[in-house]
């Protein structure tokens, strides 16, 4: 693979207040748009702080880069034309404009920021296979069960049946969405 064509980490700038919006925007678009080959993880970087509220601590989550979202990429022409035109995002960090390609975050700036709002780094191994049962724990469905229906090592991808309202329902997951149940 030529160094161009690796998927790698940039950051969004983004409309503050709109990092969740451009998340879903972004998801939608990578779909519909066939780039699931090119876009991959989508992040907006929070983490859990204690507040007070009526007197009661309560756990809220809170943005660790308000205005910045995450995204795992692989830079090409189509692929930055897509992200750079989602609406809500600004333009990407490490962009000079004119339609330049923005810089990737390095290494070990991706992994910190991972560790500091609880991502893990490599998640490239799920030992799952079809009709295992996992635990869905990121996302819309987070805390329900479904059964594998397809693995995709390469796209780090999985295709997972919950039952929704007494009906099997489909829905595609990253790796790091879930965990595998123990029979």
């Not at 780039?35 to 660790?64: H, L, N």
């Not at 333009?91 to 560790?115: A, D």
Request: no cysteine; net charge negative.
């Amino acid at each position: 693979m030529v160094e161009s064509a690796q998927k790698q980490w940039y950051v969004l700038h983004t409309y503050s207040g709109y990092e969740n919006k451009v998340k879903l925007n972004l998801d939608s678009r990578k779909e519909s748009m066939g780039m699931e080959d090119y876009i991959f993880r989508v992040v907006v970087p929070e983490e859990e702080v204690k507040e007070k509220k009526d007197g009661k601590e309560v756990d809220k989550m809170e943005k660790t880069f308000p205005g910045y979202v995450l995204v795992e990429m692989v830079m090409t022409d189509q692929a930055w034309y897509i992200v750079r035109n989602t609406p809500g995002v600004t333009g990407f960090l490490g962009s000079h404009g004119q339609g330049s390609k923005p810089t990737p975050l390095l290494p070990e700036e991706v992994e910190s920021i991972q560790k500091n709002v609880g991502m893990s780094s490599k998640h490239e191994e799920l030992d799952v296979n079809i009709g295992d049962t996992v635990k869905i724990v990121d996302g819309a469905f987070t805390g329900l069960d479904g059964k594998v229906t397809e693995v995709d090592n390469e796209k780090m991808r999985l295709k997972v049946n919950i039952d929704m309202f007494g009906r099997e329902t489909s829905t595609e997951l990253e790796f790091n969405q879930v965990d595998p149940v123990n029979a």
